[in-house]
Structures are given as structure tokens and as C-alpha cells.
């Protein structure tokens, strides 16, 4: 059901006496299949509040993440976490939206700089499993109190309540942007060379292994970009053969493009030390890409099973991480746990949590059961 205002949204809720599968633009299908009733919040759109001065905006759940764009890039603002975007991949259509990309803390590139999406989430107001409408956080930095709550509905995919509206921090655009590329590098080197980068004084907004080679993104203004690059080059001396691309298309880190041709998709969270692990345990087949430093690895296989799965789940449990299955045929995604399995007292911790914001499980159930 497409609902138009909060005071809908909670009344909805309120009165639904079975599960109810949340969806802003219906980008992200990632999790079990649906079961249950449609809550459509893509209808609860708009920009309510916008300061340039103070940095801030405020805007509906279901406001388009390019409606945002569109007005920040007036003031030469822009969302600093650079949310990724998984409709090519998955073949999905529609808009994405805030309230989904705060939902799933959904971060690209410049989270190895400036942090993830809950980061610059400073206040939020959403509807919880009874129909109770609940405001966390603040409209402006000043005004903010409470972030913690803030914090926890950031990545909660929508288990804990339907997001109504969201405030977020956002930073100035930049003037220039380049890349340093590193031929030729397996995953080890490719990490060994990235965190000498991260390590430097040098403001690396972005360090990826893709198609090979070592991308380090620098931002910021052209003279002292120029003067950057030279230095890194220093720091990266034996590293390689080094050459710089104004035009690297970062999207294609972002949103894992050479693997969208892939049947099975999973996106692998550990320490960047443990990326090229990752990746030499992979069975023939498979490809990968590393982003943040080699702490977030991207895998794809055309093909996959149950227990190709698990394997992978459990040899990053190992490391001390977690993997997601974002795409996957529906059997597949039917028959395994889509998240990584919580260990004993995490999941303790979870299911409290649901039982006080979501008290009859009735919110996205496919994706807490995962």
C-alpha cells in the first residue's frame, strides 16, 4: 500500500495484523524473497529543510537520492558518503532513496576518508512495530542530541521502523579530482601499496583494486592535488608503474561494475589486511574487486550454490568479518542466511532490540530471518 504521510505510515502499521515488507524505490532487493503486505513509502517525498550556512538538509524517506544531488550541487554541496547504487546489478528500476540509503548505511568510496552514511545521519523520525512515531537526533549540527538511536536505525534495513524523515550533514563539492593508477598488482601488492597511501599526509579519498590495478583518488583544489600526486608518487616508489587519470569513473568501484554480469553476487566486510585472503580462498571462476583499502571486497561467480555459501561465510567468520549476498538466484536466497550469522551474543542483543522497537516481528520479517 502507497502511503502519502507519517500520520498514514503509523496508522498502517498500527493496524496490520500480519507482516509488512517495506520498500522506499524498491532499488535494493536484497534479502529473502518478500512475504507479506507492501508499505510503499516512496509516496513521502520532498526536501523539508536546507541550510547551505550550516551544512545541513533535511528530507523526507522516500525523497530521491537524485532530487538531493540535484539541490546540493546548487551550493556546491554534495552527500559525502557517495551512497552506492545497486540497480544496474540487480535489474531493478525505479529511484533510490534516502530514507533506503540510510536503511542499509549504503557507503562507497569515500568511507575510507570520511565515514559511512550514519556518520552524517544527524537526526531521524520513523514509525516502530506498533505504530508509534518516534523523533531521534536534531535538524541541525547545533540542535543535534541523542545520536545513538540515530546511529542504530542507520544499517537496521528497515527491521526496527519505517523511516519517515532523515537529517543529514553534507560537505562542500571540490574543484578538481584525479587518480593515481598502479598497473599490474595482485591483491597483496594491491594492498600493501593502498595502505602506504591511506598512511601518508595526503588525503587519499579513495583506494580501490580494480580490473588489476591500484586506484588512489585524490580531491580538492587543483594546485594542491598537483602537488599531492608528486608526493605520493614518492611514497609509492618500487610500488609500480604509476600514472595519473582525471577521468577514472569512480562509479565503477562504487557499484562494483565488472561484476555485474555475475549471477551471484556477495559484498565481504573485513580488515583491509584480510582482502587478498579473501580473495585466495575463492574458488576458479570468480571475480573481485577490493574498495576501501582492501577492507571491502566485492566477489562475484556466475554461478553458486548452498554451499559455496556457507564456504565463504565461514572462512570470513574466520577472519573475524561478515558477508552479504546481495544478489542471487531466489532459490539461493531462499535456502541461506543472506547476512552473516551473528554470533551467540550479538544475536542476543538483535533480538532485543527488535523486541522493543518491533514487538510482533512484523517489519521486513524476510530480511531478520536472513
Aim: aromatic share 6%; glycine share 14%; net charge negative.
Amino acid at each position: 500500500m502507497m502511503l502519502k504521510t507519517e500520520d498514514d505510515i503509523a496508522g498502517y502499521v498500527a493496524d496490520a495484523t500480519g507482516p509488512l515488507v517495506v520498500r522506499g524505490g524498491g532499488t535494493r532487493a536484497v534479502g529473502r524473497p518478500s512475504q507479506g503486505d507492501l508499505l510503499d513509502v516512496s509516496n513521502l517525498s520532498g526536501v523539508t529543510l536546507y541550510e547551505p550556512g550550516a551544512l545541513t538538509i533535511v528530507a523526507k524517506a522516500g525523497t530521491p537520492v537524485s532530487e538531493i544531488e540535484k539541490t546540493l550541487a546548487v551550493e556546491n554541496q554534495r552527500l559525502a558518503f557517495e551512497p552506492y547504487d545497486l540497480r544496474e546489478m540487480l535489474g531493478t528500476a525505479g529511484e533510490t532513496t534516502i530514507g533506503g540509503v540510510i536503511a542499509t548505511n549504503a557507503s562507497g568510496p569515500r568511507r575510507i576518508q570520511g565515514g559511512a552514511a550514519r556518520d552524517f545521519a544527524l537526526g531521524v523520525r520513523f514509525v516502530d512495530g506498533a505504530g508509534n512515531v518516534i523523533k531521534n537526533g536534531g535538524r541541525v549540527m547545533k540542535n543535534v542530541t541523542g545520536y545513538d538511536l540515530v546511529k542504530l536505525m542507520a544499517g537496521s534495513w528497515g527491521t526496527l521502523g519505517v523511516m519517515t524523515e532523515v537529517s543529514l550533514k553534507v560537505l562542500p563539492g571540490v574543484e578538481d579530482v584525479t587518480t593515481l593508477v598502479i598497473d599490474g598488482l595482485d591483491p597483496a601488492q594491491a594492498v600493501g601499496a593502498m595502505s602506504r597511501a591511506l598512511a601518508s599526509p595526503y588525503e587519499v579519498s579513495g583506494a580501490a583494486w580494480i580490473d588489476g590495478a591500484v586506484w588512489l583518488r585524490l580531491e580538492g583544489f587543483t594546485a594542491s592535488i598537483a602537488y599531492r600526486a608528486d608526493a605520493l608518487k614518492t611514497v609509492l616508489t618500487g610500488a609500480g608503474n604509476i600514472s595519473l587519470e582525471p577521468n577514472a569513473d569512480w562509479s565503477r568501484v562504487r557499484d562494483a561494475q565488472p561484476l555485474h554480469g555475475a549471477g551471484t553476487v556477495w559484498r565481504v566486510s573485513v580488515k583491509p589486511s584480510d582482502g587478498p585472503a579473501v580473495i585466495a580462498a575463492l574458488p576458479e571462476g570468480c571475480g573481485s574487486l577490493m574498495d576501501w583499502g582492501g577492507g571491502l571486497v566485492w566477489i562475484g561467480q556466475t554461478g553458486a550454490d548452498a554451499a559455496a555459501h556457507a564456504a565463504l561465510q565461514a572462512h570470513v567468520a574466520s577472519l573475524g568479518g561478515h558477508a552479504t549476498l546481495i544478489k542471487g538466484p531466489e532459490a539461493l536466497r531462499a535456502a541461506v542466511p543472506v547476512f552473516q550469522p551473528e554470533q551467540a551474543g550479538v544475536a542476543a542483543l538483535s533480538a532485543a532490540l527488535r523486541a522493543r522497537f518491533d514487538p510482533r516481528g512484523i517489519l521486513n520479517p524476510g530480511l531478520m530471518a536472513a
